[in-house]
């Protein structure tokens, strides 16, 4: 069974760039079959898709947050997030997960990132 | 796009417990539902409306029509009780629920 993992610092400071790393525990980034997401959640709050990317490289943003985020594969096993010019609202546990079809079915066991100076 | 979840839901143990997800003619798009609990990954339960991933259990069940899914848990049990989130796709944004919190009191 595939296994996901985020990395990356746990602290970054306003105006920086956040970014993360997704570990896939199989060569599977180019495989057509599936797309690979990233979703975030503040503290005590509800999930937030951020976008996701496909094997070819094409990507799909959440329309709030296009304008800051680029996702992009970067080896056969790892995909990346970045997010620009962070505040404190986009602190929260990251998470990067696998899609087929409509579905989202393997989740990485999430980072916690905090904005703050 | 939003979908339109109630914030908690509460359910005596072996009773049925059903949370619902609203969203504009949501029966026409496939909805996928997850489980939470404190401290780990969603984890998915329904996808493709009723379709559930292997070792889910038979009691979690799924429905679509109109402008609303329906998550039904049948038998609840104590360690049904979590966060949970339905989800669909708006063309190419995926969107999420706001999330229920099932209590199994």
């Known amino acids: 069974q595939v296994q996901l993992q985020e990395s990356g610092p746990g602290l970054v400071k306003p105006s920086q760039t956040l970014s993360l790393t997704c570990t896939v525990s199989?060569?599977?980034?180019?495989?057509?079959?599936?797309?690979w997401n990233w979703i975030r959640q503040p503290a005590g709050k509800g999930l937030e898709w951020i976008g996701r990317i496909y094997s070819t490289g094409s990507t799909n943003y959440n329309p709030s947050l296009k304008s800051r985020v680029t996702i992009s594969i970067d080896a056969s096993d790892q995909f990346s997030l970045n997010l620009r010019s962070v505040t404190a609202a986009d602190t929260a546990v990251y998470y990067c997960a696998r899609g087929q079809v409509s579905w989202m079915n393997v989740w990485g066991p999430g980072t916690a990132v905090t904005v703050a100076s | 796009y939003d979908l339109i979840q109630p914030p908690s839901v509460s359910v005596s143990p072996g009773q049925t417990a059903s949370i619902t997800c609203s969203g504009d003619e949501l029966g026409e798009k496939y909805v996928s539902w997850f489980q939470q609990k404190p401290g780990q990954p969603p984890v998915l339960i329904i996808y493709q409306d009723r379709k559930r991933p292997s070792g889910i259990p038979e009691r979690f069940s799924g429905s679509n029509s109109g402008s609303a899914a329906t998550l039904t848990i049948s038998g609840t049990q104590a360690m049904d009780e979590g966060d949970y989130y339905c989800q669909a796709w708006d063309a190419t944004t995926a969107i999420f629920g706001g999330g229920t919190r099932l209590s199994v009191l």
């Open positions: 199989t060569d599977s980034l180019s495989s057509g079959l599936y797309f």
